[in-house]
């Protein structure tokens, strides 16, 4: 499966209407972000910070819902989800080649 054919797989299930959509694609996936930081910091309570305690499965649950989110706002705004990662990889790939990776600031 492609990412775009991802995208309107997802696209398929959202169900809000209206003016709302994007806003609620954007609370969507800061919640969602925020249910993986979540696991990720109850393993470092109840787990001593030993993260092969993390329950694989359902972190995957929540990186989906996170990945669903991404995908469908991008589509709202109008992108095309292999274009969003193909840009991400590009950038990334030109920051490593710059040395910029571990340096600050969103166009570096
Ligand atoms: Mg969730």
Redesign the pocket.
């Known amino acids: 499966m492609t990412c775009n054919e991802y995208q309107l797989k997802a696209a398929a299930t959202f169900i809000v209407e209206g003016e709302m959509k994007i806003p609620y694609l954007a609370l969507g996936l800061v919640?969602?972000a925020g249910?993986v930081a979540e696991k990720i910091k109850k393993a470092i309570r109840n787990h001593n910070s030993d993260f092969s305690k993390l329950d694989r499965d359902d972190l995957k649950?929540?990186l989906g819902?996170v990945l669903w989110y991404i995908a469908t706002l991008s589509r709202e705004l109008g992108l095309e989800l292999d274009d969003v990662v193909t840009t991400n990889l590009e950038k990334l790939s030109d920051r490593k080649e710059r040395g910029a990776i571990a340096s600050t600031g969103d166009y570096r």
């Open positions: 919640g969602e249910e649950r929540e819902d």
